[in-house]
């Protein structure tokens, strides 16, 4: 209370003959400008107001000697010689208005100076009389107790970042505090504490959003709520990235009925992690108390997506009822909503709720039989949603998680009857536009009597490309498999063949692609709009072998991009409903040992002659142009010493930290990770020497290509295809792989390769030794190419894979299995 009483003032005027003491420094330390005399001598003051102070006693000096300590500038501004001096600073300080005038410019200093300054370092103090002690120990040891004058050199004030770093850990420890202690006295006590501790902080460095942050928990603490809610908006403003912030602006706000804004900022909260499943918690009670749904689309969306990589969503244990509750809100019948957001975004909220709830099963370590315990659940949820579309988008989660469950109990029969079930479900599901189904039955209809075949591309929500189609190529690029379909399909149309394309192409790409070559043709179509029963000569399932679901002709196939696992049953499936599955390579093939030798096709990934590109092939120029979950940590590890060696190295990254390169790593380490992850890897892209391009279009790419040397491809990887390796190639870059084995990687590099003769066979970060070999490699490969020895090596290399790998030497090979 004292000092709260203090730092409520604005100036702090000291008294004459015996100046404050205790209090002076108090008043410092509470940010408050101290006006005071330099001594004041009594026997001096019959001359006058103006009269000049003797050197006066020290209880006249201290407050002077308080602002010496801490700032000579600060002292020449606040000490006053005389009477007269002191009454003409007064006048000065206190202006118009103090809150408005100099008193407002000098309190930031003043709070700087106390951070920076060590005369209120008592921790410094207290090393400083320790030493004093302990050499005053020592000289006395040494010479048999004689008296000597002992001087030692000062030490060093506090680092200022150390006393802010102190500042905020001590207020992170009274908050615990605080927290423990309930709603006390003491408690509020701790609590104001830490608030001018962190005043003085926020003053002096209004850019410290943590301390602003802790401040405004303080504020909270201590039941000032609207100050919290001040301070935590400002430390918002400085810092947007941090969702602790939101939550607890949320919680600011709540308290205050608030209720519509701190749902907003709980929502940003999670949207800044997903994670928070507290916060999730939280956010749909809110929600569900106060009506506010608006947000309930964009919270759905969030959960949903945990849901996927199996973070524990609600209190860290899948409280699948409360959620499936919250779906149904608000009633169907209800007008407040509507206004707001519009039926269809709470249609779309309670089907992607409902999604979630057969996703939640799937990774729930409750559910010891997944079966049962989803039949009970879903039939739950068909009752409560039957007079609403979503009925149809539960009766296809039921067949997801069927399809799930059945796979984890070897019930592969099961699981690809529901498979099949959920396509169909999911396409009748479908409310493509009247224009796109306009568009599908123009196409059909201009369908010539043969060679025609739809290449149908869904990917069930799992897409890495979204919105992809001909001219992604001159944009951002385009993945392998989707690259693989724009042009398998231009080469079809040159051979004559009609071809439909349904895939999700962004509407500028929808109909006729400009630039497939007759006497056939290649249609952009959207796959919601599909006719199975119009259908063409050929089907051909792009990835997923359950879209044969939607073929109602004789000649399906499966264009496989992807390794999956080879049972045996979809040997059997393959035999019974599928003409044959085509491969885009020989190792690809070989992983399914079982499957009919007459069912399979290897039809490769290929280029065309217009990406061929001729470069200068610098020897000290290395490329990296594929997903970077694929091996590029290993080459920037490795990359100081691959520099240390080669000075002038240059390495050119290319690809991008897509939603398909996050999907793939929470597969495989968890979602929480990425973020880390990605900072860790964008930190060792900002080495020297490292360019990062990102997403480039492909007459980019190729010519980044043709001016590197080397391609680096240190893979543990089983890709299948590796288009990005066959343009390496084929630009001139000669590839340093890892030869992994389980991947398509040693048959197309093949005797190119210049990487270590020994394959990699386990991640690069389990072979040390291995590493050392390849960055060898790296180098070695570089010197023979400045000394003219690759020249031979890489030519032969180019035209090879030039002739070899064709698009349209791939579509003959479609064509021959299509007229087998």
């Given at each position: 209370?004292?000092?709260?009483?203090?730092?409520?003032?604005?100036?702090?005027?000291?008294?004459?003959?015996?100046?404050?003491?205790?209090?002076?420094?108090?008043?410092?330390?509470?940010?408050?400008?101290?006006?005071?005399?330099?001594?004041?001598?009594a026997?001096k003051?019959?001359?006058?107001?103006?009269?000049?102070?003797?050197?006066?006693?020290?209880?006249?000096?201290?407050?002077?000697?308080?602002?010496?300590?801490?700032?000579?500038?600060?002292?020449?501004?606040?000490?006053a010689?005389?009477?007269?001096?002191?009454?003409?600073?007064?006048?000065?300080?206190?202006?118009?208005?103090?809150?408005?005038?100099?008193?407002?410019?000098l309190?930031?200093?003043?709070?700087n100076?106390?951070?920076?300054?060590?005369?209120?370092?008592?921790?410094?103090?207290?090393?400083?009389?320790?030493?004093?002690?302990?050499?005053m120990?020592?000289?006395?040891?040494?010479?048999?107790?004689?008296?000597?004058?002992?001087s030692?050199?000062?030490?060093?004030?506090?680092?200022?970042?150390?006393?802010?770093?102190?500042?905020v850990?001590?207020?992170?420890?009274?908050?615990?505090?605080?927290?423990?202690?309930?709603?006390?006295?003491?408690?509020?006590?701790?609590?104001?504490?830490?608030l001018?501790?962190?005043?003085?902080?926020?003053?002096a460095?209004?850019?410290?959003?943590?301390?602003?942050?802790?401040?405004?928990?303080?504020?909270?603490?201590?039941?000032?709520?609207?100050?919290?809610e001040?301070?935590?908006?400002?430390?918002?403003?400085?810092?947007?990235?941090?969702p602790?912030?939101?939550?607890?602006?949320?919680?600011?706000?709540?308290?205050?009925?608030?209720?519509?804004?701190?749902?907003?900022a709980?929502?940003?909260?999670?949207?800044?992690?997903?994670?928070?499943?507290?916060?999730?918690?939280?956010?749909?009670?809110?929600?569900?108390?106060?009506?506010?749904?608006?947000?309930?689309?964009?919270?759905?969306?969030?959960?949903?997506s945990?849901?996927?990589?199996?973070?524990?969503?609600?209190?860290?244990?899948?409280?699948v009822?409360?959620?499936?509750?919250?779906?149904?809100?608000?009633?169907v019948?209800?007008?407040?909503?509507?206004?707001?957001?519009?039926?269809a975004?709470?249609?779309?909220?309670?089907?992607?709720?409902?999604?979630?709830?057969?996703?939640?099963?799937?990774?729930?370590?409750?559910?010891?039989?997944?079966?049962?315990?989803t039949?009970?659940?879903i039939?739950?949820?068909?009752?409560?949603?039957?007079?609403?579309?979503c009925?149809?988008?539960?009766?296809?989660?039921?067949?997801?998680?069927?399809?799930?469950?059945?796979?984890?109990?070897?019930?592969e029969?099961?699981?690809?009857?529901?498979?099949?079930?959920?396509?169909?479900v999911?396409?009748?599901?479908?409310?493509?536009?009247?224009?796109?189904?306009?568009?599908?039955a123009d196409?059909?209809?201009?369908?010539?009597?043969?060679?025609?075949?739809?290449?149908?591309?869904?990917?069930?929500?799992?897409?890495?490309?979204?919105?992809?189609?001909?001219s992604?190529?001159?944009?951002?690029?385009?993945?392998?498999?989707?690259?693989?379909?724009?042009?398998?399909?231009?080469?079809?149309?040159?051979?004559?063949?009609w071809?439909?394309?349904?895939?999700?192409?962004?509407?500028?790409?929808?109909?006729?692609?400009a630039?497939?070559?007759?006497?056939?043709?290649?249609?952009?179509?959207?796959?919601?709009?599909?006719?199975?029963?119009?259908?063409?000569?050929?089907?051909?399932?792009?990835?997923?072998?359950?879209?044969?679901?939607?073929?109602?002709?004789?000649?399906?196939?499966?264009?496989?991009?992807?390794?999956?696992?080879?049972?045996?049953?979809?040997?059997?499936?393959?035999?019974?409903?599928?003409?044959?599955?085509?491969?885009?390579?020989?190792?690809?093939?070989?992983?399914?040992?079982r499957?009919?030798?007459?069912k399979?096709?290897?039809?490769?990934?290929?280029?065309t002659?217009?990406?061929?590109?001729d470069?200068?092939?610098?020897?000290?120029?290395?490329?990296?142009?594929?997903?970077?979950?694929?091996?590029?940590?290993?080459?920037?590890?490795a990359?100081?010493?691959?520099?240390?060696?080669?000075?002038?190295?240059?390495?050119?990254?290319?690809?991008?930290?897509?939603?398909?390169?996050?999907?793939?790593?929470?597969?495989q380490?968890?979602?929480?990770?990425?973020?880390?992850?990605?900072?860790?890897?964008?930190?060792?892209?900002?080495?020297?020497?490292?360019?990062?391009?990102?997403?480039?279009?492909?007459?980019?790419?190729?010519?980044?290509?043709?001016?590197a040397?080397?391609?680096?491809?240190?893979?543990?990887?089983?890709?299948?295809?590796?288009?990005?390796?066959?343009?390496?190639?084929?630009?001139?870059?000669?590839?340093?792989?890892?030869?992994y084995?389980?991947?398509?990687?040693?048959e197309?590099?093949?005797?190119?390769?210049?990487?270590?003769?020994?394959?990699?066979?386990?991640?690069?970060?389990?072979?040390?030794?291995?590493?050392?070999?390849w960055?060898?490699?790296?180098?070695?490969?570089s010197?023979?190419?400045?000394?003219?020895?690759?020249?031979?090596?890489r030519?032969r290399?180019?035209?090879?894979?030039?002739?070899?790998?064709?698009?349209?030497?791939?579509?003959?090979?479609?064509?021959?299995?299509?007229?087998?």
């Amino acid at each position: 209370p004292h000092l709260e009483r203090i730092g409520g003032c604005d100036i702090f005027l000291d008294t004459y003959a015996y100046g404050a003491h205790t209090t002076a420094a108090d008043a410092l330390w509470a940010g408050i400008p101290l006006l005071t005399l330099n001594g004041y001598s009594a026997g001096k003051v019959a001359s006058g107001p103006s009269a000049t102070p003797a050197h006066g006693p020290m209880s006249s000096k201290v407050g002077a000697s308080l602002l010496k300590a801490l700032d000579d500038d600060l002292a020449s501004v606040l000490v006053a010689s005389s009477v007269k001096e002191l009454e003409s600073a007064f006048e000065l300080l206190k202006g118009p208005s103090a809150s408005e005038g100099m008193v407002k410019r000098l309190r930031p200093y003043i709070a700087n100076q106390l951070l920076r300054g060590a005369l209120y370092d008592s921790k410094g103090k207290a090393r400083d009389v320790t030493r004093a002690l302990q050499a005053m120990w020592e000289v006395r040891a040494q010479t048999a107790g004689e008296t000597w004058y002992i001087s030692t050199d000062a030490v060093g004030t506090t680092g200022w970042g150390e006393t802010v770093q102190e500042t905020v850990t001590d207020a992170e420890n009274v908050a615990q505090q605080v927290l423990g202690m309930g709603n006390s006295t003491e408690a509020l006590g701790v609590a104001g504490s830490a608030l001018r501790s962190l005043s003085r902080v926020t003053t002096a460095l209004p850019e410290e959003h943590g301390a602003a942050h802790l401040l405004g928990v303080m504020h909270h603490l201590a039941g000032q709520y609207g100050d919290a809610e001040r301070v935590l908006r400002a430390a918002i403003a400085q810092h947007a990235a941090e969702p602790t912030y939101f939550a607890n602006l949320a919680t600011a706000l709540h308290i205050q009925g608030k209720t519509r804004e701190a749902v907003e900022a709980l929502v940003l909260s999670v949207e800044l992690d997903g994670t928070r499943v507290g916060d999730i918690d939280r956010v749909l009670q809110w929600i569900h108390v106060a009506g506010t749904y608006d947000a309930l689309p964009r919270i759905l969306s969030i959960v949903c997506s945990n849901a996927e990589f199996g973070v524990p969503v609600v209190g860290g244990v899948l409280d699948v009822d409360s959620l499936a509750h919250a779906a149904q809100l608000p009633p169907v019948d209800s007008t407040e909503y509507r206004p707001r957001v519009g039926g269809a975004a709470l249609d779309q909220a309670r089907c992607e709720v409902f999604e979630l709830l057969a996703k939640a099963y799937i990774f729930s370590a409750e559910a010891q039989d997944p079966k049962s315990v989803t039949d009970f659940k879903i039939a739950i949820g068909l009752s409560a949603f039957a007079a609403s579309r979503c009925a149809g988008v539960a009766l296809a989660s039921l067949l997801s998680v069927r399809m799930t469950a059945d796979r984890r109990l070897g019930q592969e029969h099961a699981s690809l009857a529901a498979s099949l079930e959920y396509v169909r479900v999911l396409h009748a599901l479908g409310a493509p536009s009247q224009t796109d189904l306009q568009l599908v039955a123009d196409t059909v209809a201009k369908r010539p009597a043969s060679r025609t075949v739809a290449i149908y591309c869904n990917e069930y929500g799992q897409t890495h490309w979204p919105g992809w189609g001909p001219s992604s190529l001159k944009t951002s690029g385009l993945g392998g498999s989707e690259e693989a379909v724009v042009f398998v399909s231009r080469a079809l149309a040159s051979l004559g063949w009609w071809v439909e394309v349904y895939n999700e192409a962004l509407p500028h790409d929808l109909g006729r692609d400009a630039a497939a070559p007759g006497p056939g043709a290649v249609h952009y179509l959207p796959h919601g709009a599909y006719d199975a029963s119009r259908p063409a000569d050929v089907f051909v399932a792009w990835r997923y072998p359950m879209s044969v679901a939607l073929a109602s002709t004789s000649k399906v196939f499966v264009y496989l991009q992807d390794v999956i696992p080879d049972t045996g049953f979809f040997g059997r499936f393959v035999d019974a409903r599928i003409f044959g599955v085509l491969f885009p390579s020989d190792y690809h093939r070989r992983t399914f040992p079982r499957l009919p030798a007459a069912k399979g096709y290897v039809t490769e990934n290929a280029l065309t002659p217009e990406q061929f590109t001729d470069g200068a092939n610098l020897p000290h120029r290395f490329i990296y142009a594929s997903s970077p979950v694929r091996g590029l940590e290993t080459v920037l590890n490795a990359w100081p010493q691959i520099r240390q060696e080669i000075p002038e190295a240059e390495l050119h990254v290319y690809y991008g930290f897509t939603d398909g390169v996050r999907t793939t790593f929470a597969n495989q380490h968890g979602l929480p990770a990425y973020g880390a992850w990605k900072a860790k890897m964008e930190g060792l892209l900002a080495q020297p020497g490292v360019a990062y391009h990102g997403m480039v279009s492909h007459a980019d790419l190729a010519a980044a290509y043709a001016a590197a040397g080397f391609f680096l491809y240190p893979t543990t990887y089983s890709e299948t295809g590796c288009i990005a390796l066959l343009k390496a190639e084929a630009m001139g870059a000669i590839p340093i792989t890892s030869r992994y084995p389980a991947s398509v990687v040693p048959e197309i590099a093949g005797a190119w390769d210049l990487g270590p003769e020994d394959a990699l066979t386990a991640p690069a970060e389990q072979d040390p030794a291995w590493v050392q070999r390849w960055v060898s490699a790296v180098v070695d490969a570089s010197r023979r190419a400045q000394r003219g020895e690759l020249d031979d090596h890489r030519a032969r290399m180019k035209a090879h894979v030039r002739e070899k790998y064709t698009w349209l030497n791939t579509a003959r090979k479609w064509v021959e299995a299509f007229e087998a």
